[in-house]
C-alpha cells in the first residue's frame, strides 16, 4: 500500500483540496481501493466525506502508523493523508510513514518562502518529496517565479489553476471532475494523478 501525505505549513494551500481529488481519481483510474485519513484537528477533509454520497473513497479514524498495518491487510492500495497547516509533532509522524510527500505551494511569494520548512521537514526524515503549484492564474511571470524558486528543492508535478470547480465541488462533498466531467478540471486531475502514480511506483 503506498500512503501519499499532503503537507504544507501554509494554510489553504491546497492540502485538503488536492488529498481528495487525488483520492477519487486515483480510484476511478483503477488504482483503489482507496483510504483517507484526516489527521488536521479542523477536519476539513472530514466534512468533505461526510457530504459525500459515494462509498469510495473510504475515510477511516485513527493514527497513521496505526491504521496502516490494518488497510494494508483489507487490501487497500492506496492510503491518502491529510494533514494540519504546521511543521509539528503531528504532521513529522504523518510524514514518516509516507511513500511521497505532496507540497501544494500557490504561487506567490509567502507561499514559496513557507515551503522551506515543510521540504526541511521531507529531506530529515528522508522522504521522497514533490511540489504541486496550485491556483495558477493566468499569470505566467508568477509561474515561472514558481518554477525557478521550487525546482532548486524538488521535483514538481503537473499543476492545477484557479477554477471555481474546486472549491464549488467540496461543498457537496465532490471533485471537480464530478461536478463537470466536460469542463477543463478532469483532464488537470487526472495528469496529477498520472505523475503522483508513477511517483509512487519509484519510490516502492
Ligand atoms: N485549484 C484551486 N482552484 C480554486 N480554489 C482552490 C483550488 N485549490 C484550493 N482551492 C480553495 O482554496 C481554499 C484552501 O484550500 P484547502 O482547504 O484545500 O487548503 P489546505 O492547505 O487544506 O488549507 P488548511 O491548511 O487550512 O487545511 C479552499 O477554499 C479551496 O476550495
Ligand atoms: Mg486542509
Known sequence: MYI?????????AGKTTIAVHLAV?????????????????MQGMTQWWDARNEAVPVLFKGAVADLAPELRKQGYR??????????????????KSASL??????PSPNDLRAAGSTVGMANGLKKPLA????????RVRLTVQAYEAL????????????RTDYAAAMNDGLTAPELDSR??????VSAL?????????LTA
Not at 501519499?4 to 489553504?12: D, F, I, T
Not at 510527500?101 to 500557490?106: A, S, T
Open 4 to 12: 501519499l501525505v499532503m503537507a504544507s505549513r501554509k494554510g489553504g
Open 193 to 201: 494523478w498520472s505523475y503522483v502514480a508513477s511517483r509512487l511506483e
Open 78 to 95: 492506496l492510503l491518502v493523508v491529510d494533514t494540519p497547516p504546521s511543521i509539528g509533532e503531528e504532521v513529522a509522524l504523518a510524514v
Open 25 to 41: 481519481e486515483a480510484q476511478r483510474a483503477g488504482a483503489g481501493p482507496v483510504a483517507l485519513i484526516d489527521t488536521d484537528p
Open 151 to 162: 525546482a532548486p528543492h524538488g521535483v514538481i508535478s503537473p499543476l492545477l489553476y484557479d
Open 101 to 106: 510527500v505532496l507540497i501544494p505551494v500557490q
Open 131 to 138: 511540489f504541486v503549484i496550485n491556483r495558477v492564474k493566468p
Open 183 to 188: 469542463g477543463p478540471a478532469p483532464a488537470e
